[in-house]
């Protein structure tokens, strides 16, 4: 399906479904200031009086330190403040933050600031704030930090060993019968399944098990982490920061500094890039202290390479995954266990891994067992549907291994399979109505899968679930005296997202979305929202948008009500106006026209809801790749790609396209090209994008996409969040696409081409 | 040591400005200057985020110095529209949905807008490849080869 027909079919889709906004693609309203240079990022504000923070960071993966002196620091002229670990409060054990998953308040503070000892090459161990970036630069060369280095672990596997480095002494692992009495790397045992899975593997006729290997990958925002903090002698800290929550920055960054949450007030910047890398703190903390102490504002602005050394990124690790299956295609049982790095403390997203990797198919024995491992590398953080990519890996690389032992097309083995409506799924739930079998059937029909292949080239196809939430949601809607409407939300607009919250408060109304107005708000101007993750906004705020409108439909109706002196039950809403059922001549009043005599009627319109949205669609994806490998080099490229996925009710679909292509590319990155290399001494090696390779425009072909619209039965206009699935299928269609085009199965990312020139030569 | 006085041109207006010998074009645009709209996302030539263009040439601002402006015409994402008009590039990006987060977009217009004027009617690899300096990591790029594709046409008069 070309582009133009994919336009019109959502179009139809518009026209089918009778919404007049939804479904359209009108013009983000902060479009203007981001293509003319005008919207603030993170780093684009600036203070009066501002001085610039720098972070001194451990240049070991590993070491005690002993002593941190920053006599000569404070010393030099220009130089205001200095913070190290001891200006924090020591947080206990027990604190923890909710969330999509909950956060350890004092692993926090320690990555934020290290305590006794670093835990990975820059991990921040002091900070200092001075007049000047130079007079910065020059302070951070002069704190003295003497370390004594300590042996270091970089791999799950080798960090589970008996005689591996110990991160913390105070690490038992948990989710193990009888509780371990030795402390190890292993955080945490976590085991999904159903049924027999020896039984169901002793009924398959074919059975098919593989290991799999992949790397730390890094989100790669544009944007480095950002902030400005202004801490007054009040206690009051102002702090300006890009991120996937502005409640979130408030709620971490006051627990970690030990202050009142209402003594943080955090502004909402334009946020460039997260893909939940920016689901934590990392700066914030650091600069309401250094502004604290200086009694100035101050600015700290990562760099890249600090940016890749000490955040994000997302787990490497391992995974062994074991199929079988009748000769009919059957699956008759599925394994799956994984080692996932966490980085430096635990959280490693290898539960979601676990929970994820066989969620697709309708399998009777499945059982998934997941090791989170500490190791001497930055603490990862979320990356769009976090852990599921490199299961899904496992699972869809198996079971193209499975299609082709069978004789079977793999799209046809997987409708086979296929979960849906009332499929009981391994990790707990039974599914509502979900899409998966309908981008089955829209892969199998799309040109794309039938179209001829040129030599060296192969065609792999892969699929991939995620959940998706909803959560804490609150929206604000004001009625302006000419009939405008401004729509609050507290929700950093990541990817085009104040445009859905516009369209779906201008069909509830009514009105032109060209009327409506999505503003962002700050902490102490908004009731609290959940951060910008796990696919919620569009789905969850979007409700709460929903809400807050029927809340004003309510109040336009009531004062319309009270100028006609009838019932508010004779009035309906209808086209963006009040009618009068009792009036025979179908007397109305449009909006603007109540919001014009607002004054007269009762005073200022504005609606609100507050909500804890429930009711989010799961999501499923199948993509399509056709790669070309270059057998004199191992290069591989894409030559097609198509993304298909149920995507509920695209509000905007431009933006939902943009998804589907942003997040395959990830994935496309992931599997080719991307991954952290370390030298002998664990530091990171590649901590720049000219080595730390993320696609460029001609790495690439056009990304074609398919929206099955499949309605989530738990939003109004079916909504289902669809940011995190596009990442999941990629990894193992590449692989796939490459074992059709080179007939080798790499199951070690990066396909590099080193490595599969190697394996290319070892197979013949 | 004392800073430099630099003469020079940005966007049509002569500035002058005092920078240290080590603050490059991009320091001077965004900290002297308040021009925020040149944005630094690796500050080592690799990502785009900061293309503007130096008499007419197309380079990184975070590998220019501030001293090297000197008497030269600078242009930058503040300077594509005129008055209230967007640009056919400006315009495109917004119809065609061509940016998600917007942090690489001002160097994408100002590097597409580089090629434009060598090559009206580029190819989509020319394109490709001209853009290739610019890190997009939320779009895959293919919205933003169509903006770029329409905006060529538009311009052409087609």
Redesign the interface.
């Known amino acids: 399906m070309g582009?133009e027909e994919q336009f019109d079919t959502a179009t139809q889709s518009v026209e089918a479904s009778g919404y007049k906004v939804v479904g359209t693609?009108p013009?983000?309203p902060?479009?203007?200031e981001?293509?003319?240079?005008?919207?603030?990022?993170g780093?684009?504000c600036?203070l009066p009086g501002m001085l610039v923070g720098r972070i001194i960071r451990s240049p070991h993966a590993h070491a005690r330190i002993v002593s941190i002196n920053t006599d000569k620091a404070l010393a030099l002229a220009g130089v205001k403040a200095v913070v190290t670990s001891a200006d924090f409060p020591e947080i206990g054990p027990k604190a923890r933050g909710a969330g999509e998953a909950p956060v350890s308040f004092r692993d926090m503070s320690r990555n934020i600031m290290a305590r006794d000892k670093a835990l990975y090459d820059g991990h921040a161990v002091a900070a200092v704030a001075a007049t000047t970036?130079?007079i910065a630069d020059q302070a951070a060369a002069l704190i003295e930090v003497e370390y004594e280095v300590l042996p270091h672990v970089l791999d799950a596997r080798e960090a589970m060993k008996p005689d591996a480095p110990l991160l913390h002494d105070d690490l038992f692992t948990k989710g193990l019968d009888p509780k371990p009495e030795t402390p190890s790397n292993v955080s945490q045992r976590f085991e999904f399944g159903i049924g027999d899975t020896a039984a169901g593997f002793a009924a398959a006729d074919v059975i098919v098990e593989h290991d799999f290997t992949t790397q730390c990958v890094h989100?790669?925002?544009?944007?480095?982490h950002a902030c400005v903090a202004n801490t007054t002698e009040d206690g009051m800290s102002t702090v300006w920061a890009s991120s996937q929550g502005q409640f979130m920055v408030r709620n971490y960054s006051a627990t970690v500094c030990g202050m009142d949450i209402t003594k943080v007030r955090v502004m909402p910047a334009?946020?460039?890039?997260?893909?939940g890398g920016k689901t934590t703190v990392y700066l914030e903390p650091v600069a309401i202290m250094l502004s604290k102490k200086a009694g100035k504002p101050v600015k700290i602005?990562m760099?890249?390479e600090d940016v890749f050394r000490a955040t994000g990124p997302t787990s490497g690790g391992h995974a062994h995954a074991k199929i079988g299956a009748k000769k009919d295609g059957t699956i008759t049982a599925g394994e799956l266990t994984m080692e996932y790095e966490a980085g430096a403390f635990p959280g490693s997203p290898v539960q979601f891994g676990c929970m994820t990797g066989y969620a697709p198919y309708d399998i009777e024995n499945v059982k998934a067992v997941g090791f989170d491992v500490v190791v001497n590398r930055p603490k990862v953080a979320a990356y769009r549907a976090p852990g599921a990519p490199v299961a899904a890996f496992a699972v869809e690389s198996a079971l193209d291994e499975l299609a082709k032992k069978l004789g079977m097309d793999p799209i046809a083995l997987r409708e086979k399979n296929a979960a849906t409506e009332g499929t009981q799924a391994a990790y707990g739930p039974k599914f509502q109505r979900i899409g998966y079998l309908e981008t089955l059937q829209a892969a199998k029909n799309h040109p794309h899968y039938s179209a001829p292949l040129g030599p060296n080239q192969g065609r792999g196809v892969a699929s991939g679930f995620w959940f998706n939430i909803g959560g804490e949601s609150s929206a604000a809607m004001h009625v302006n005296e000419d009939g405008t409407v401004e729509v609050v939300t507290a929700n950093p607009d990541?990817?085009?997202s104040r445009a859905s919250m516009g369209i779906m408060a201008a069909e509830v109304l009514g009105i032109d979305v060209s009327q409506v107005k999505p503003l962002i708000a700050d902490t102490a101007s908004s009731a609290y929202s959940m951060l910008t993750g796990g696919s919620r906004v569009t789905f969850a705020v979007g409700k709460a948008v929903c809400e807050a409108a029927d809340d004003v439909v309510v109040q336009l109706r009531e004062r319309a009500a009270k100028v006609w002196d009838v019932d508010i039950e004779a009035v309906e809403w209808k086209d963006g106006a009040a009618i009068n059922t009792k009036s025979d001549s179908g007397e109305s009043l449009s909006l603007k026209a109540i919001a014009n005599t607002a004054g007269k009627t009762g005073g200022p319109i504005s609606g609100k809801a507050n909500i804890n949205a429930t009711g989010a669609g799961p999501g499923f994806g199948t993509h399509i790749c056709d790669i070309e490998v270059d057998p004199e080099t191992g290069r591989s490229s894409v030559v097609r790609y198509t993304a298909i996925q149920d995507v509920g009710t695209a509000i905007?679909p431009?933006?939902v396209?943009?998804?589907l292509?942003?997040?395959?590319?990830?994935g496309i990155g992931w599997a080719l090209n991307e991954e952290y290399i370390y030298d002998d001494k664990g530091c990171l090696q590649n901590g720049?994008?000219?080595d730390y390779r993320?696609?460029?425009?001609?790495?690439?072909p056009?990304?074609d996409t398919v929206l099955v619209e499949v309605p989530n039965p738990g939003h109004r206009f079916g909504v289902r969040g669809v940011g995190e699935v596009p990442i999941i299928p990629p990894l193992a269609a590449v692989a796939n696409a490459v074992a059709a085009a080179a007939d080798v199965r790499m199951t070690d990312l990066p396909i590099s081409p080193p490595k599969l020139l190697a394996a290319i030569d070892g197979a013949k | 040591m004392a800073k430099h006085h630099v003469a020079t041109t940005i966007n049509g207006d002569p500035v002058e400005y005092l920078c240290d010998t080590e603050q490059t074009l991009l320091d001077v645009l965004r900290d002297n200057l308040q021009l925020t709209g040149s944005k630094e996302g690796c500050a080592s030539g690799d990502c785009g985020a900061c293309s503007v263009t130096i008499d007419g040439r197309l380079v990184c601002a975070c590998l220019v110095l501030g001293v090297e402006a000197d008497g030269c015409e600078v242009g930058t994402i503040e300077g594509i529209a005129e008055g209230d008009s967007l640009h056919p590039l400006q315009q495109h990006f917004l119809q065609d949905a061509a940016l998600q987060c917007g942090i690489c977009t001002p160097g994408f217009i100002v590097a597409a807008k580089s090629l434009l004027e060598r090559n009206p009617n580029p190819t989509e690899t020319e394109m490709r490849y001209w853009l290739a300096g610019n890190l997009c990591r939320c779009t895959g790029y293919d919205k933003i080869i169509t903006a770029v594709t329409n905006a060529a046409s538009e311009l052409r008069g087609e």
């Open positions: 582009k693609r013009i983000r902060d479009g203007i981001k293509v003319t240079g005008r919207a603030n990022f780093a684009d600036n970036a130079a989100q790669g925002y544009i944007e480095t334009e946020i460039g890039g997260g893909f602005v760099n890249r990541i990817g085009g905007h431009s933006y396209e943009g998804q292509q942003g997040g395959a590319v990830q720049g994008f000219l993320v696609p460029v425009a001609s790495d690439l056009m990304i």
